[in-house]
């Protein structure tokens, strides 16, 4: 036997690692938790000239509102559900069966059972039904104060502190959709799927499978993103690309869209420095096309006689050519990003073809949204 080993795992357990900062909000918590029901418990109790103004479980309730406010178990029905049952019980045994040795087990179990019936498992209840035993309390004001009270006061005070400090409290129990832009196969994180194989294991859980599907949906975000990083633009880049110099004629640029079937085409200089781009939209966009006229009329006269008389902000050094119309400057990225850096561009931006340029600002490739949608779809095989 590896002693060792077994002294490690009593120890440290098996709980996560968690930053001290939520050590010190969830023990601020608790103090200001509890001194918020004792304060009010107490003042109602001297009111009402009642001296129990304090239930046994109230510091196990306040750990879960306070320290696990994600936590089925902690949520405004189960606390005041689960105490109120529980206490109801408690008492209903401490009457109907004097001897504390039957009670007792039967005060524990029916307040077992009567919040599994009810939905609302809160686990410090069974200490509220064991206090009304042992404690002899054959009143059923017991349940009302300072049972149902206090139980009501933590969770106002777990409602003030856990919003506070940025805590969902009352925490959702559904599915939430993740903000993230970068698509999610949720194969694995579906609630409904979830539920399926919680199912499979046959015993309580104490997390809603909402979260649950939250965290394997989140875990799934990462993992593509690792992936995503490890993809670099020259990867997925087209290198076979064609260019155009400022000084090609248009009807050349034209011919080459065309008979190419691409939209866009890099403009380099004779160094092969990217120095703008002319898109398909650009030939549309500057010879004004009214497609109630002749399309190929309207273009053909556009690329011969130029936009000179329609247009003021031509180029004059180069009539009639790329130069001309081409847009300018214009986005390009470095071949060793990674392709997680392409998402704000073309989702963002706007953008649809992205010129690739190497260390030395070079022309290398072209990546277009095609060749984005393809590298996500690929990173997306879970099989790869």
Not at 114 to 128: D, E, Q, S, V
Not at 288 to 314: C, E, I, P, W, Y
Not at 329 to 347: A, H, Q, Y
Request: with cysteine; glycine share 6%.
């Amino acid at each position: 036997m590896n002693l060792k080993k077994y002294v490690h795992w009593i120890v440290d357990g098996n709980q996560n690692p968690v930053p001290w900062s939520e050590h010190w909000r969830s023990i601020i918590g608790g103090i200001s938790g509890g001194a918020f029901v004792a304060i009010l418990a107490k003042f109602i109790g001297e009111f009402t000239q009642i001296n129990d103004w304090a239930m046994a479980s109230l510091g196990a309730s306040a750990l879960l509102v306070f320290v696990l406010p994600s936590s089925p178990m902690a949520q405004p029905k189960a606390v005041i559900g689960g105490n109120l049952i529980a206490a109801l019980v408690g008492v209903s045994c401490a009457i109907l069966i004097p001897d504390v040795r039957i009670s007792m087990p039967l005060a524990i179990g029916i307040s077992i059972l009567g919040m599994l019936y009810f939905n609302c498992l809160h686990a410090p209840a069974a200490a509220t039904a064991l206090s009304a035993v042992l404690g002899h309390t054959i009143t059923f004001r017991f349940a009302l104060f300072p049972v149902l009270i206090d139980s009501i006061l933590l969770v106002i005070a777990g409602i003030l502190y856990n919003r506070a400090t940025h805590k969902k409290y009352p925490h959702p129990q559904n599915l939430q959709n993740s903000s993230s832009k970068i698509p999610v196969n949720n194969q694995y994180g579906d609630e409904l799927a979830i539920n399926q194989a919680l199912s499979k294991y046959k015993e309580f859980i104490d997390i809603n499978s909402g979260d649950l599907a939250n965290i394997i949906n989140q875990v799934e975000l990462h993992a593509y993103e690792q992936r995503l990083k490890a993809i670099t633009c020259s990867d997925i880049m087209t290198q076979s690309i064609i260019t155009v110099e400022m000084a090609t004629p248009l009807e050349i640029a034209w011919k080459q869209i065309r008979e190419n079937h691409i939209k866009a085409l890099p403009v380099v200089d004779k160094n092969s420095r990217v120095v703008g781009i002319i898109t398909l939209e650009d030939f549309l966009r500057s010879a004004a096309v009214d497609f109630h006229q002749s399309f190929g009329q309207r273009l053909k006269g556009f690329m011969r006689n130029g936009f000179k008389q329609t247009h003021s902000n031509f180029n004059d050094a180069y009539p009639n050519a790329v130069g001309q119309i081409m847009q300018k400057p214009v986005r390009v990225i470095s071949s060793n990003r990674n392709v997680l850096d392409l998402v704000g561009i073309f989702e963002g931006d706007g953008h649809h073809h992205l010129p690739v340029i190497d260390e030395n600002k070079l022309l290398v490739g072209i990546i277009t949204q095609s060749d984005f949608v393809r590298a996500i779809h690929n990173s997306m095989d879970l099989s790869a």
